[in-house]
């Protein structure tokens, strides 16, 4: 995300600012960035892959039973992790788990995601409004 701010800044494209609050270590599921100041600016959701409250939770709200515990670890940046950008397939169980880490990444941050959704049809609403056909 960084690089792709960097990218757009030195090619004078629209792009969010990618400031987090939060240290690196500690990063939340997902990210909504939007520069307000930028009407043609995109509103960017950012899922970096990280395994937070999927570890303790199946499904958002639903906790893991002692024997589903080692379902929710995935290893996305340990030194032996199948997910290592030099990898270029997974194992079926690698990909599953992929998977449903995204899958609960996207329903535990529904919300944001409608909030996204909502502020570009806002956005793209004030647009045409600026500038009738």
């Not at 240290?23 to 960035?33: A, G, P, R």
């Not at 788990?97 to 956005?123: F, G, H, Q």
């Amino acid at each position: 995300m960084k690089q792709t701010c960097e990218y757009c800044t030195v090619q004078n494209i629209p792009f969010p600012k990618y400031e987090l609050q939060e240290d690196e270590e500690n990063l939340k599921e997902c990210y909504l960035l939007e520069n307000s100041q930028e009407p043609d600016g995109p509103i960017v959701l950012f899922f970096p892959l990280i395994n937070d409250s999927f570890q303790k939770y199946k499904a958002p709200g639903v906790e893991r039973s002692p024997e589903e515990l080692e379902h929710g670890h995935v290893d996305i940046y340990g030194p032996q992790t199948p997910y290592a950008t030099k990898e270029l397939t997974y194992t079926e169980a690698a990909f599953d788990k992929l998977v449903k880490l995204s899958e609960y990444n996207i329903l535990n941050n529904k919300d944001k995601l409608l909030w996204a959704l909502r502020l570009a049809v806002e956005k793209k609403k004030h647009l045409k409004s600026e500038c009738p056909s």
